[in-house]
């Protein structure tokens, strides 16, 4: 459990590396970490491919799996599901798409959460549905959904999803009991169902934020697809599993129908990783958790102490949602690729005065990224 080590990935073709490739420029965007995988993870893998064959393995039958996703919700959120309300997914985006498809019809309307990361403000579209932004709202150092325009098109007819992420990526709020007993109102008023993306949700860094999973909220259990992963938390996003909770079984039914032929199987490998990552990896996920703080913390003081550039602490995620409209400038995100640090986008989000920085690395990455861009500062 050595999050200070360094690993080299650029033989992998890492997508996150490739990018900048060539270049003096530290890659600081794509949310994967830097971290080395748990060591059970490892050998649970090893393990797998020296048995030596690799059929196939339907997901739904692979009940280690299963047991391990129900027994992670009960431990972590007093969540008390059956594991027949599981539905593997290769990825959470496939998820949020599949729901598209589930619950609409072409020409509908769906609620997106904005800014957003960019598959998910594609979604719409990709299935030929309108959007409807649901903008965030700075409120006493906090970011927060506008729930008046959360209403108004929530009472449009048209609209017919809600597609949510808590946490919030890229802002990094987790929202409060109240503030989801808020979303499920206006939900069920409006006969607007919610898929919630919650691949962040083990990665809650504020001590005072817990979080509460969509489908356990009693007022959401007939209309909600809560999406969940262990990839985020422990790094294995490479291996393709998530996994959709989805307690309604006329809703699961559909969402089952809306991705025939169309979504593959999760790999065997990601359910082995994700099995063993949340049974035998806890004291390597309290320990990331630590590292993770602590570099959050460090971002926040030396970001906010760099003259146009402003970052409210995020609660939860390794991504920092950095506002840099006070440089003045077109475009931030060139502004600090001209100093060798490669952040994600605003603009890909939403809203081209902010970048997006992955804190997910190796201390020594976020010293040298600060340095880089105080030095030419």
């Known amino acids: 459990m050595n999050f200070d080590q360094i690993v080299d990935r650029k033989p992998t073709f890492s997508f996150k590396w490739q990018k900048y490739k060539g270049q003096d420029v530290l890659p600081m965007w794509v949310a994967d970490t ?6 059970p993870i490892l050998d649970a893998l090893t393990k797998r491919i020296e048995h030596g064959v690799l059929g196939y393995t339907l997901p739904a039958q692979y009940e280690p799996a299963k047991q391990a996703v ?22 959470v985006v496939p998820g949020f798409n599949v729901a598209c498809k589930a619950c609409c019809e072409p020409g509908d309307k769906v609620m997106i959460q904005v800014p957003n990361y960019p598959p998910l403000l594609a979604a719409p579209q990709l299935n030929q549905l309108q959007r409807a932004d649901i903008p965030t709202l700075e409120q006493d150092g906090r970011w927060m959904l506008d729930f008046d325009e959360l209403e108004k098109q929530a009472a449009d007819p048209a609209t017919k999803l809600f597609v949510l992420c808590n946490p ?10 109240q503030e989801l007993a808020r979303v499920a109102d206006i939900c069920q008023r409006n006969g607007v169902t919610l898929c919630s993306d919650e691949i962040h949700c083990d990665l809650i860094l504020d001590d005072q934020a817990s979080h509460l999973p969509a489908g356990k909220l009693e007022a959401l259990k007939s209309n909600s697809i809560t999406l969940m992963a262990a990839s985020k938390t422990f790094n294995i996003a490479g291996l393709g599993a998530a996994f959709a909770i989805i307690p309604d079984a006329r809703l699961r039914r559909q969402f089952n129908q809306a991705a025939m032929g169309i979504v593959p199987w999760v790999n065997v490998l990601g359910l082995y990783a ?8 806890d004291d390597w996920y309290e320990a990331q958790l630590d590292y993770l703080r602590g570099n959050r913390d460090y971002l926040v003081e030396q970001i906010n102490q760099i003259e146009g550039l402003q970052l409210i602490s995020p609660q939860a995620t390794f991504l920092a949602w950095i506002d840099a409209s006070g440089l003045g400038m077109d475009n931030p995100q060139r502004w600090f690729e001209d100093r060798g640090v490669g952040p994600s986008p605003g ?3 939403g809203d081209k005065q902010f970048v997006r920085i992955n804190f997910g690395s190796p201390r020594e990455y976020l ?4 340095n880089r861009i105080k030095r030419c500062d």
């Open 34 to 39: 830097e971290f080395r995988c748990a060591q």
């Open 70 to 91: 129900a027994d992670w919700l009960s431990r972590r959120y007093d969540w008390q599901i059956e594991l027949d309300w599981i539905v593997w997914m290769p990825g």
């Open 168 to 177: 919030m990526n890229p802002v990094g709020t987790v929202l409060t009991e």
């Open 274 to 281: 994700t099995e063993a990552a949340f049974t035998q990896c």
């Open 347 to 349: 603009a890909d989000f």
């Open 367 to 370: 010293r040298e990224a600060i």
